[in-house]
């Protein structure tokens, strides 16, 4: 029987401005397309997982406004069990505007609102109410109070949960809570800011094993597919899959959704990193964060099986 997927973390509406080029400091690139598309990390994340099947609980909060009652009915519509899902009643829903320009790269600015307002007592009284997590997967992304993200991994371990932490975005992140995670997701950026080496010769290897997770680094590297670090043995890269990329916003939380969805279906690591970079990469196809989220169907023929 498979183990459930509980994502803590953000959840977002994306206003996002499709535009010829990203406008530099000071200047207007006049002429984009106005979209609104469901967004923040978590919400991305726990999206990824339900479109692949799991059975997913997503643990955040949103404001008493028309945006959080919009994410809530989003998410539930996809299959995501929102009843640890706060509604803060005076703070409002996280905001992130995106601008996305014509090669499918994109800039965000996130006012973060009910999503760091999140104590972490609150988290622990949620994953108490859930009771044992041995089998199962918990998802913790940082676009929250970082001590809010420390407590969810240090509970999650304590119940026997398996542990992934995405270091996203890097920011406030007190590197004694890697002892709780099993797993550390990092872009290459993410991974400098954590190891503290950010020189010209910054080697992602040696980094990822100045970082003491119990099983394994997998460094995300857009377009050039992830290279897993395991804590013992040698890194093996995984390359990405060929895609025409329409809009890079939450590639990476669809390889997390899709990562966390695997390893609670009991796929072996190696298995669940294939599906999981199959999905991110598939994920960019399509406008928004959570449109090109592929179904178990999408991913199997994406991976040819
Ligand atoms: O990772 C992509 C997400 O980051 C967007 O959906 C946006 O809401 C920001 O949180």
Redesign the pocket.
Known sequence: MSGRVIVVG?V?V?LVVWSARLPAPGETVSGGRFEQHD???GG?QATAAARLGASVLLLGAVGADSFGAQARSALAAAGVDVSGLATNPTEATGI?L?LVDAAGENV?S?ASGANLALEPDAIEAELARLGSLVGDVVLVSN?LVPSTAAAALRCARAAGARTIFNPAPAVGIDVSLLEFVDLLTPNRGELAVLSGRTGSDFDAVSAARALPVREAVIVTLGSDGVLVVPRDGAPWPVPATVVEVVDT??A??AFNGALAAALAEGRSLEEAVRRAVAAGSLATTRPG?REGMPTPAELDVALGS
């Open positions: 953000s977002n994306d967004g923040g990390k991305n992130a995106i965000i996130v676009e916003t939450g990476g939380d964060a």
